[in-house]
Nanobody, 125 residues
Framework: QVQLVESGGGSVEAGDSLRLSCAVSGRTFGVRHLGWFRQAPGKEREFVAAISWSGSTTNAADSVKGRFTISRDNARNTVDLRMNTLNPEDTAVYYC??????????????????WGQGTQVTVSA
């Protein structure tokens, strides 16, 4: 099993920044991608960003490009999401996920086998 534990959520105002971190542990052999997803009340879980296990390739949703940056700290075995210029539409529970899929980092939630418990991000206007 792979364990994922998110941290860093909170309540901020529009225009502020936050950094989320996800600690990865357990049987990580074969994990090829780490991703961040979010789910707002009444909405489906949506892709935010993903990174290869090595940290060499990344991709992100159009809605966050230029504002959010995903990065990998191999020494600490974490995957971080730096979020700048937050707006109320970014309010959601943010989840970290891991995938063993071959190929590019997938944006589909169903292709990630392991999930963290989520961390709440609330952005007020």
């Amino acid at each position: 099993q792979v364990q994922l534990v998110e941290s860093g959520g909170g309540s901020v105002e529009a225009g502020d920044s936050l950094r989320l971190s996800c600690a990865v542990s357990g049987r990580t052999f074969g994990v090829r991608h780490l991703g961040w997803f979010r789910q707002a009340p009444g909405k489906e879980r949506e892709f935010v960003a993903a990174i290869s296990w090595s940290g060499s390739t990344t991709n992100a949703a159009d809605s966050v490009k230029g504002r959010f940056t995903i990065s990998r700290d191999n020494a600490r075995n974490t995957v971080d999401l730096r979020m700048n210029t937050l707006n109320p539409e970014d309010t959601a529970v943010y989840y970290c996920a891991a995938s063993r899929l071959l190929g590019p980092s997938p944006p589909q939630a169903r292709l990630y086998e392991y999930w963290g418990q989520g961390t709440q991000v609330t952005v007020s206007a």
